[in-house]
T-cell receptor, first 112, second 114 residues
């Protein structure tokens, strides 16, 4: 009930391409869905977040698409760059819950 | 000017030893956390403190004991270390304990138990 399932586990994209990472959640009480980006040797950092009252949120090259009925959301990275190579985590939480529940992460490699 | 700092960065120790990891945040946040990241990079909450009070205590062996002397510090003491404790431990803070308050992570402490 508390899980957030993330796929793929790893992703290789060419420079300039679109990276897409998908997540699905089970707990219908979740109403906050952030994405965190983690570079090697560093802690995760908040990238972008969405609430379920909107279907899409865009910040620069990063877009979250949200499908409430399917309980799925995804991160799209447009014009992917080598500097985007990192591990990306989706997560979910709700007002009555405790801490963020993270997906298992996607390691993105953008080849130049 | 690190916002969330952890020490040490690396910790190598033998089974059965006791060790501590320290964390400090200079963001003025009320809430601090310990997360464990395993070898497959899975991040799992361990503890959370809000204004020095324990608010989250996930299913963690009682060999792990957090201590918050003030709201800017959250330390983690681990007794009788086991091989399975090897992981990267991240401290994090957030402005408050609301469910949508962004987390600010430190750079982690890599614990290796031999």
């Amino acid at each position: 009930q508390q899980q957030v399932k993330q796929s793929p586990q790893s992703l290789i994209v060419q420079k300039g391409g679109i990276s897409i990472i998908n997540c699905a959640y089970e707990n219908t009480a979740f109403d906050y869905f952030p994405w965190y980006q983690q570079f090697p040797g560093k802690g995760p950092a908040l990238l972008i977040a969405i609430r379920p009252d909107v279907s899409e949120k865009k910040e620069g090259r990063f877009t979250i698409s949200f499908n409430k009925s399917a309980k799925q959301f995804s991160l799209h990275i447009m014009d992917s760059q080598p500097g985007d190579s990192a591990t990306y985590f989706c997560a979910g939480s709700n007002q009555a819950g405790t801490a963020l529940i993270f997906g298992k992460g996607t390691t993105l490699s953008v080849s130049s | 000017d690190t916002a969330v700092s952890q020490t040490p960065k690396y910790l190598v120790t033998q089974m059965g030893n006791d060790k501590s990891i320290k964390c400090e945040q200079n963001l003025g946040h009320d809430t601090m956390y310990w997360y464990k990241q395993d070898s497959k990079k899975f991040l799992k909450i361990m503890f959370s403190y809000n204004n020095k009070e324990l608010i989250i205590n996930e299913t963690v062996p009682n060999r792990f004991s957090p201590k918050s002397p003030d709201k800017a510090h959250l330390n983690l003491h681990i007794n009788s270390l086991e091989l399975g404790d090897s992981a990267v431990y991240f401290c994090a803070s957030s402005q408050d304990d609301s469910y949508n308050s962004p987390l600010h992570f430190g750079n982690g402490t890599r614990l290796t138990v031999t």
